[in-house]
């Protein structure tokens, strides 16, 4: 069966300092990956997303990166955090070539709060 | 730019009762409209909705999709408290747009 994980689940950091989240997905190959973030009142907001290694789009301009170094291996970056990069990050897998081909199966979330 | 509203924000109900949640979108090239349930971390998977007025049923869960007047809904007969949950509705086209979700608590 197919699992993912997301490390770490909780993260305080000072603003201005670095960001690395890390996603991994077992059982499955070449997934669609996605990363997601939830904020207060505003539902899931799609950061995100890759269809194969190396292969990245972007969703929303903003000071945050994603790279696909391995097939089952998702990082949401970034070099100085802002205090409004706080929130809820999911990592999340699907398969096939769009999102609505199936459904997408969620990590369990990385709660990140820039002090 | 594509838009999903869900409805009410939020709900509280006694156990037993019979709730529907609302979902309605306007989206470009629709593919499909998916229903998770969120409680504490990752959201969960419901049902997955491509097709006008065929019903998809889980247990006490049920939902139909109206691709006419393009909406949703998901009903829950018979709640319990364990249903006490946010409830987020996304529509697919080349990527999933998210609504704000439905917060719904269920009473003893």
């Known amino acids: ?115 | 730019e594509d838009k999903v509203v869900q409805s009410p924000l939020s709900l509280v109900v006694h156990e037993g009762d019979t709730v529907t949640l609302n979902c309605s979108y306007e989206v470009t090239n629709f593919r499909s409209l998916l229903w998770y349930k969120q409680e504490k971390k990752a959201p969960t998977f419901l049902f997955m909705l491509t097709s006008s007025g065929i019903e998809k049923k889980s247990g006490r869960l049920s939902s139909i999709l109206d691709k006419k007047e393009l909406f949703s809904i998901l009903n829950i007969t018979a709640t319990q408290t364990g249903d006490s949950a946010v409830y987020l509705c996304a529509v697919a086209n080349s990527k999933l747009t998210f609504g704000k979700g439905i917060t719904l608590s269920v009473r003893p």
Not at chain 1, 24 to 32: D, I, L, Q, R
Not at chain 1, 50 to 69: F, H, T
Not at chain 1, 72 to 97: E, M, T
């Open chain 1, 1 to 115: 069966s197919q699992t993912i994980h997301q490390w770490p689940a909780t993260l305080v950091q000072p603003v201005g300092s670095p960001l690395s989240l890390e996603c991994t997905v077992e059982g499955t190959s070449n997934p669609n990956l996605y990363w997601y973030r939830q904020a207060a009142g505003r539902g899931l907001q799609l950061l995100f997303y890759s269809v194969g290694i190396g292969q990245i789009s972007s969703e929303v301009p903003q000071n945050l990166s994603a790279s696909r170094p391995q097939d089952r291996q998702f990082i949401l970056s970034s070099k100085k955090l802002l205090l409004s990069d706080s929130g809820f990050y999911l990592c999340a897998w699907s398969v096939g070539f769009l999102a609505g081909e199936a459904e997408q199966f969620f990590g369990p979330g990385t709660r990140l709060t820039v002090l």
